[in-house]
């Protein structure tokens, strides 16, 4: 058996072999599916990542007339909001908002702090998607 620094080549090989065999089990590969909107309350996950996807999530979001999802960050992903209903408020660090009314997307990029203020009488309805950057 090795040993020193050529011992983590063979165990990484060993992996590999076990895998090209099928005795590592394998992620499950993500597959077409429709997901209904069909929401009762203020937020629910429609895809929540791997193995469902291959990185992506997304969620309705419905807010009441002036309130706010809150201050987050999706980190390295980039996003898009949807909207599908009402009028609102894209806050942005810096003091930059951006106004949209429905129908409209909205592209947050990676490491964007933000919140959504539903700023209409109405309520505010809106698909969120995050995925991945692509390195540059």
Known sequence: MPTGKSSWL?????????RAAGVVAQQPRPVPQT???????????LLTGGPQTAGMRSGFVRLAPGETVGRHTTGDHE???????????ALLDGGRKLSFTAPA?????????HN?????KGPLEYV????PAAQR
């Open 35 to 45: 997901i209904p909107l069909a929401c009762g309350g203020r937020y629910c996950p």
């Open 10 to 18: 063979y165990a990484l090989a060993g992996c590999a072999l076990l």
């Open 79 to 89: 996003g898009t909001l949807v909207i599908l209903r009402g009028r609102g408020v």
């Open 105 to 113: 997307a909205v592209y947050i990029p990676p490491s964007t702090f």
């Open 128 to 131: 969120y998607v995050v995925a």
């Open 116 to 120: 959504v203020l539903n700023a209409g």
